[in-house]
């Protein structure tokens, strides 16, 4: 695979007029439909099953995230991150969107209508998702169980895949009780630790 990193602002402009160079179509890896080639290594695809395993959580997610993802997904592109978060093909990418908000005269309803709809692509072999599915329907509070941790997971792939948070409020706070969650049970092991 030949990579071209784009980084400056008028390559998103550029890139619309541009599309393709000596026959190679150009492809943003940040949009939906990436096709990568297999692994030399000879690894195959995710199992079917395995992908079918991650249903439940993939349809949780979506009744939670509601009308902020058009559908959550496997994804076959993933390996280290949790999750990550692309546009429809011709819909704006995050670079695009931080642009046309910093625009001086632009109209707000105008950006709501061009702004894609993104799909939520999980990582079935990272140990977050694998976790989360494990809790999918375990209890009686169905997705309740699972919220906070989708909406954590969701703000991050926000901000992993360059995207502007639309509440970075409920994200901090999300963060800090998750760290006072984790430093009181860190605390409680130090102290069972000195009794002993």
């Known amino acids: 695979i030949e990579v071209l990193y784009m980084v400056d602002p008028i390559d998103e402009y550029a890139m619309q ?27 195959a695809a995710l199992p079917e099953e395995e992908k079918a395993a991650l249903q439940g959580l993939c349809e949780a ?4 995230l509601g009308a902020r993802v058009e559908k959550v997904v496997v994804s076959e592109r993933l390996t280290d991150s949790p999750c990550v978060l692309v546009t429809g093909a011709y819909g704006w990418s995050a670079n695009m969107e931080r642009i046309m908000r910093a625009q001086a005269l632009r109209d707000a309803s105008t950006t709501r209508l061009m702004r894609s709809a993104k ?9 977050i998702v694998r976790g989360l599915a ?11 169980a699972i919220a906070p941790a989708v909406e954590l997971l969701y703000d991050t792939a926000l901000i992993g895949s360059g995207f502007v948070l ?14 006072q969650r984790d430093l009181s049970g860190a605390g409680a092991e130090a102290q069972a630790r000195s009794v002993a």
Do not use: W
């Not at 000596?22 to 030399?40: D, M, N, S, W, Y």
């Open 17 to 43: 007029s541009y599309p393709s160079h000596e026959g190679k179509r150009f492809v943003c890896i940040t949009k939906e439909g990436l096709q990568l080639e297999p692994a030399a290594d000879g690894e």
């Open 61 to 64: 997610m979506r009744r939670l």
């Open 119 to 127: 799909t939520l692509e999980l990582n079935p072999t990272h140990p």
């Open 134 to 144: 494990g809790l999918v329907g375990v209890d009686a509070q169905g997705d309740a």
């Open 166 to 179: 639309d509440a970075p409020t409920n994200f901090t706070a999300r963060v800090h009780q998750l760290m």
